[in-house]
């Protein structure tokens, strides 16, 4: 199997079938992250769909200095910030972060305490906690390598974490007094 | 588990990620491809000519060839691929038309990240009735009439040429209008503009992910794109002004003043015959899907709105040379369009008597009481050596005044010369204008073939006397390369822009109200003279000089504004939107405060009934920008 970096090599040279694989192997990475980011199915697979269309022109850009999930990454929490920023004039994207979702796997919503929970939580948290956070979800995603995504340091990384952590247990705290 | 909320808040965030849905998968997918397809079609294939973009030597080198006996001192700016075409007439009608074909932009090989946006996707449905349409410069026909002696004089050279050393693409620009203070310079003066060729090079630029220059960005082209809901004029006046005083959405401390121009239709019937010649470059590198193919698609939008007794002439240069199609009846479509397929892009430029050759051409056409123009057809490779801008204008302008005028028309992405486009039009010779899509070709050759082609207002001069007990300062968005003199106002021999069938003209001021916090200058301590004595209740007065056409005196009209602040209608919001995100893009000092996102969401609510879709595009095109501006 060819790797990513081979494949968006040979899709800068105009490969189409190599573009193809690359989209078909990243497409759910983008869309998870996405949904975590924004919170929302619909927002999500729009998202998914912009960095879909826009890689074409974007690939250029990709130096190959990264590995390329890593520049993937970035281009997608870039994204998504455009997103937030626009509908950040209407309403707050993520207010209900995921009800919906969790609603609809009828199943899985074993609570609902869990479910506004998880709305509470991510209400509380700040867009670029979210965006690390989201980050950090995906699977074998490292400190190192979210830092590299978000341009930032491996120690930020932590910091934000620590930062998490110090506001989902002032939430817990503030859940007991209520 | 639950002690460390953060794994708790991971885990839940990960139970409530859905499952992809494999339709959406699918769907993101294919256009993905179909954007790599398109960019491949164009990307680097765009430009088998090793003479053309970085190296300046586009349009022009060609002009300069071709004019090559002129005698020439400096040359016009060069500019890269640029497909110009001449002209710029079209019907109101083709209502048939179903939504055409969305033309994949050329992308540019350049090293930048781009972004391909992908936003065309609903091409708006074909017209309902044949209405009031923009046209891009309405360089119009004239028939007879001695048109003004060159008209160099109104805007300053410089901003129209720029030497042809210059490696990069060349934009005609000046810088943005200052605030001016009413007491001290009442009188505002400019000429009219109905140029949009600003608007299509945005918007390539955009779509190609790349933010324009600065310099591209001319606000007043860019609000004249858009077809606004006007009054027509009910007499006989050419034109109607409509004038409205409204909150500026930028700051709330402003008035915005709208002053926009509705040319009069006159009924299609009522035209003289036309005489087409156009002017096709044929050199290799236009076979570009979005070059010749597109502007024969173009060219048959166009022939069908022509009447049979128009006549049609094609004449190539570069790759072919010569007369590929003597003059024929319109409604010999047969012929026509036998002649229109044949044409292929190939071979080497070489030909340099292609425009006299035109020119010739239409010159045997036309005959007494009829309009010919001539199409200027190319990408910016072709062998029309001009190297002097003065002998340009003058070949150019001594042919209009025998009654032959040239329009010019763009294609290809990213390699213009809109300096040098611009220079043709400003000089009163023919509209300029860009053409990217057949979207965009329909716009210009068939929306508005009537109004490119008639002219109902020559030298159309706009003036504002602000009153100092009203205003204590103003600011022109815009036009800042169409500024006159106030003492040319009144001054018959100093041209200005023509207005034609149907075309709309809008200008905007920013008013800052005498006591606003936003007032930026203070009072002169040392005294201004007398108090301001106009009714305060009278924010300007409106004068307004054209000549018909063919006349060598102008007309006057003028009203006056009253300061009454007024709520925005939407095509007012529509038209500040334009103007704010124009300001946006060139990084106004006098917008802050407000982004892209309240252009976006301005513009958005004021799309009206947007029968062609333009201003839906506006918006997908200003949220583009908006992604763009973020990542850079």
């Known amino acids: 199997m060819h790797s990513d970096e081979d494949l968006a090599r040979r899709t800068k040279d105009g490969d189409g079938a190599a573009f193809a694989a690359l989209l078909e192997r990243h497409y759910d990475r983008v869309f998870r992250l996405g949904f975590r980011l924004l919170g929302s199915r619909a927002e999500a697979e729009d998202l998914a769909q912009d960095v879909c269309a826009a890689l074409p022109g974007k690939i250029g850009g990709y130096r190959g200095e990264a590995r390329f999930t890593t520049w993937l990454y970035r281009v997608t929490v870039n994204a998504a910030e455009d997103r937030r920023r626009r509908s950040a004039r209407q309403t707050r994207l993520a207010a209900d972060w995921g009800l919906h979702e969790i609603d609809r796997q009828a199943g899985l919503a074993e609570d609902a305490e869990a479910r506004t929970w998880l709305a509470e939580a991510m209400r509380s948290l700040p867009d670029e906690l979210v965006t690390t956070l989201a980050l950090l979800l995906d699977e074998g995603m490292t400190h190192a390598e979210a830092g590299q995504v978000l341009g930032v340091s491996e120690g930020t990384i932590h910091w934000r974490m620590a930062e998490v952590r110090k506001r989902l247990r002032a939430l817990h705290a503030k859940e007991l007094e209520a | ?632």
């Open chain 2, 1 to 632: 588990m639950t002690d460390d909320p953060l794994d708790r808040l991971a885990r839940e965030m990960t139970r409530a990620t859905p499952e992809v849905d494999p339709a959406a998968k699918a769907r993101a997918l294919a256009l993905a491809q179909k954007n790599f397809e398109a960019r491949q079609g164009t990307g680097s294939d765009a430009r088998p000519m090793s003479d053309r973009p970085r190296q300046g030597a586009g349009f022009w080198t060609g002009v300069r060839t071709m004019l090559s006996h002129f005698p020439t001192r400096a040359a016009l700016v060069t500019s890269t691929g640029l497909v110009a075409v001449a002209l710029v007439v079209t019907f109101p009608a083709l209502r048939d038309m179903g939504p055409p074909p969305v033309v994949p932009l050329t992308s540019d090989d350049s090293e930048a990240p781009l972004v391909e946006p992908v936003v065309i996707d609903a091409l708006p449905a074909p017209l309902p009735a044949p209405a009031p349409m923009l046209a891009d410069r309405a360089a119009a026909v004239k028939l007879s009439a001695p048109q003004m002696e060159l008209a160099v004089g109104a805007m300053a050279p410089d901003a129209l040429y720029r030497p042809p050393e210059a490696d990069t693409e060349a934009f005609a620009n000046a810088d943005e209008n200052p605030v001016k203070i009413a007491a001290e310079a009442p009188v505002s003066t400019f000429s009219a503009d109905v140029d949009t060729a600003s608007w299509a090079v945005i918007r390539s630029s955009i779509l190609s992910g790349m933010m324009p220059p600065k310099d591209a960005v001319r606000i007043e082209e860019m609000v004249n794109y858009f077809p606004y809901d006007l009054a027509a004029p009910e007499d006989d006046t050419p034109f109607r002004p409509t004038v409205t005083l409204t909150q500026t959405p930028w700051n709330p401390d402003t008035r915005l003043l709208r002053i926009a121009l509705q040319g009069r239709m006159p009924p299609v019937a009522e035209r003289p015959p036309l005489n087409l010649v156009f002017l096709i470059d044929t050199s290799g590198s236009m076979q570009d899907a979005d070059k010749l193919p597109l502007l024969k698609q173009s060219f048959r939008l166009m022939l069908s709105e022509l009447r049979p007794e128009d006549q049609v002439a094609i004449v190539t240069y570069a790759g072919s040379a010569g007369e590929v199609l003597a003059p024929t009846p319109a409604g010999d479509r047969a012929t026509i369009l036998a002649a229109l397929d044949r044409l292929e892009a190939g071979g080497s430029t070489a030909g340099q008597e292609g425009l006299q050759q035109a020119y010739a051409t239409a010159a045997k056409m036309q005959a007494e009481g009829e309009v010919s123009r001539v199409l200027l057809a190319t990408d910016g490779d072709f062998n029309v050596g001009l190297s002097d801008p003065a002998a340009l204008e003058k070949f150019i302008a001594d042919r209009r005044d025998e009654g032959v005028y040239l329009s010019v028309l763009g294609f290809g992405r990213g390699n213009l010369d809109d300096a040098t486009m611009q220079a043709l039009a400003q000089n009163g010779n023919g509209q300029a204008a860009y053409i990217d899509t057949l979207m965009e070709a329909r716009k210009v050759l068939v929306d508005q073939l009537t109004g490119a082609l008639f002219p109902i207002a020559d030298d159309v001069k706009v003036q504002v006397e602000f009153n100092p007990a009203a205003v204590a300062e103003y600011r022109l968005i815009g036009y800042e390369t169409r500024a006159l003199n106030r003492e040319d106002f009144n001054n018959d021999r100093v041209d200005a822009g023509e207005i034609g069938a149907g075309h709309a003209v809008t200008a905007l001021y920013e008013v800052t109200p005498v006591g606003s916090p936003a007032v930026l200058n203070d009072p002169l301590r040392y005294g201004a003279g007398d108090a301001p004595s106009g009714p305060a209740d009278e924010l300007a007065f409106l004068r307004l000089r054209y000549k018909a056409p063919g006349t060598d005196t102008s007309q006057l009209i003028e009203q006056p504004i009253p300061a009454t602040v007024t709520e925005a209608d939407t095509e007012t919001r529509f038209a500040a939107a334009i103007a704010g995100f124009g300001q946006l893009l060139r990084g106004s000092d006098y917008v802050t405060g407000w982004g892209f996102g309240d252009a976006i969401a301005l513009a958005d609510g004021a799309t009206g009934s947007d029968p062609f879709g333009y201003r839906r595009e506006a918006v997908s095109l200003m949220r583009l920008a908006d992604s763009l501006s973020d990542a850079n």
